[in-house]
């Protein structure tokens, strides 16, 4: 999944030779910090770490919060870039 979005942000990034960072990055940027909480959450889960955020009710609180979390990053995106 990492490399999928890693080679279309390059795809992009080569579409569009300009210096700054174009408002369709942040989407990319939003999406590898998305990959590694996903990957981080996955180790802790699995890992004999009996911490009850993450183990409670099988991973329930981090599935949950996972769309509202990246929609509300993407807001956020927006309303800085374009207000």
């Known amino acids: 999944m990492?490399?999928?979005v890693l080679?279309?942000?390059i795809k992009l990034r080569g579409d569009f030779p300009v210096r700054e960072v174009?408002?369709?990055e942040y989407f990319y940027?939003?999406?590898y910090f998305a990959i590694l909480f996903t990957i981080?959450?996955?180790f802790v889960f699995g890992s004999?770490?009996?911490l009850c955020f993450v183990h409670y009710r099988d991973n329930l609180i981090p599935k949950l919060?996972?769309?509202?979390?990246?929609l509300l990053v993407l807001?956020?995106?927006?309303?800085?870039?374009?207000y």
């Open 2 to 4: 990492f490399f999928s």
């Open 7 to 9: 080679l279309v942000h």
């Open 22 to 24: 174009l408002y369709l």
């Open 29 to 31: 940027i939003a999406m």
């Open 40 to 42: 981080v959450n996955s």
């Open 48 to 50: 004999e770490n009996n």
């Open 65 to 70: 919060l996972y769309w509202p979390v990246i």
């Open 75 to 82: 807001l956020v995106i927006t309303v800085f870039t374009f």
